[in-house]
Every structure is written in C-alpha cells, then in structure tokens.
Nanobody
Framework: QVLLVETGGGLVQAGGSLRLSCAAA????????MGWFRQAPGKEREFVAA????????YYAGSVRSRFTISRDNAKNMLYLQMNSLKPEDTAVYYC?????????????????WGQGTQVTVSS
C-alpha cells in the first residue's frame, strides 16, 4: 500500500512558476513508476509527466515538455514537479500517482495509487 499526498498548488500569474510536491508513505520499489496527472474542469484526467523511481528516466506530455521538470528524492520518498512558464491552460487539479512494478505508461488505468490532488490556477 502506498499513500500519496500532494502539496504546493496555488494561484499564479501566467509566466510564473510553482513547485508541486508529493510525499509517498509506504514501500516504493525500484520498478515503480511515479507520475503526475492533471484534470481541468470538464475535461478528462491527462498525463503530465512520469519518472522511474530508481532509474531516473523521465517522460513528459508534449504540452509541458521544456516547461515542467519531474524529479524525485528517494531518501525522502518525495516526488516533485517544477512548473515554469505557466499558462492559463495549465489550470487544473494535479494528481500524484504510482504504478507498481510496470513499465512506463501514460494511461490512467496503469496507475495503482493516487493522491487527493492539489489545485493549480494560472491567471492571465
């Protein structure tokens, strides 16, 4: 069992930055994939970024590549998402997720554990 808790959301102007954090309680294995997803009002939840817990391979959605950076601190069981050059279309609830023992996938169904989400609002 893995418990995930996101923090760091808030209101920011377009062009600004935010850093999201996700605290993971429970056993994280080297084969696990940790990811960030987001869901805007009236839209489906979508993949943002993911990282292999021990291998440090990273994956990004095209819409955030070069603006967002995913990272993790294994010693602290923490996952991060640094978001720069934010746009109003980045406004969404951001979720941390963990996929147990699978290779990378951007599909929601591949993730076993989810946090409660943190709201990010980007004003124009």
């Amino acid at each position: 069992q893995v418990l995930l808790v996101e923090t760091g959301g808030g209101l920011v102007q377009a062009g600004g930055s935010l850093r999201l954090s996700c605290a993971a309680a429970g056993r994280i294995f080297g084969s696990d994939i940790m990811g960030w997803f987001r869901q805007a009002p009236g839209k489906e939840r979508e993949f943002v970024a993911a990282i292999n817990w021990h291998g440090a391979n990273t994956y990004y959605a095209g819409s955030v590549r070069s603006r967002f950076t995913i990272s993790r601190d294994n010693a602290k069981n923490m996952l991060y998402l640094q978001m720069n050059s934010l746009k109003p279309e980045d406004t969404a609830v951001y979720y941390c997720a963990a996929a147990r023992g699978r290779g990378f996938s951007p599909n929601i169904d591949s993730y076993d554990y989810w946090g409660q989400g943190t709201q990010v609002t980007v004003s124009s």
